[in-house]
């Protein structure tokens, strides 16, 4: 890694640390320099504003996000295997960014600029999963009585937003003792065992 792609990596960080812990709003562009150890006019050179900053945290955080990353498996064919790849991302994706995309999310609704910025990464992932699950419905592979919408929305529910309930609920982490990984496997499988009309991705119905 550059000394540029350096400097850049730890602004975004400490950018996404400091919107979990602060809002959006509460976060200055000053505080985001410090924590990240450059001088406030090298992070102005590189995003112009705090504005510049989210714009470019999003884009990295949806380079992650499931409904994009799909297009780029090896076999998208594999319906089984895919769904386990993109369930693997959402939680690691949540587990990394999932508390500032939730103080990020609650902001959206007094920052128009987070809002705009914020929306899009969602809406595309949701859209992007949507259009896979509705080709491999007619590819035979899924359930063609359920709406591709719905399963999506299960589906995210069953992982990243599973992990992000966790962050909320169990903040001392002594109430859910089964580690995340493997109830997502579990999840899963359930989910697998509801939408499959069983070609690859789990049992005969």
Do not use: C
């Amino acid at each position: 890694m550059s000394t540029a792609e350096d400097t850049t990596t730890r602004i975004l960080d400490a950018a996404s640390e400091l919107f979990a812990e602060r809002g959006y709003n509460g976060t200055t562009t000053r505080a985001i320099a410090q924590k990240a150890g450059v001088n406030e006019v090298t992070l102005f050179r590189r995003f112009t504003n705090k504005q510049g900053i989210l714009n470019a945290l999003a884009q990295k955080w949806a380079d992650g996000m499931a409904g994009f990353v799909v297009k780029s498996l090896p076999d998208p064919s594999d319906t089984r295997g895919t769904l386990e790849a993109l369930a693997e991302l959402e939680v690691a994706q949540a587990t990394h960014v999932g508390a500032a995309a939730l103080r990020l999310a609650l902001d959206a609704h007094t920052a128009p600029e987070v809002r705009e910025i914020m929306g899009e990464g969602p809406g595309g992932n949701f859209s992007g999963l949507v259009d896979y699950l509705g080709q491999r419905q007619q590819a035979g592979d899924l359930r063609a009585d359920v709406d591709p919408r719905v399963m999506a929305e299960a589906f995210f529910a069953l992982t990243s937003q599973m992990v992000m309930s966790r962050q909320v609920l169990d903040v001392a982490g002594e109430i859910y003792e089964i580690p995340i990984q493997e109830a997502t496997r579990q999840t899963l499988m359930l989910f697998l065992s509801g939408v499959s009309e069983g070609v690859n991705g789990g049992s005969q119905r």
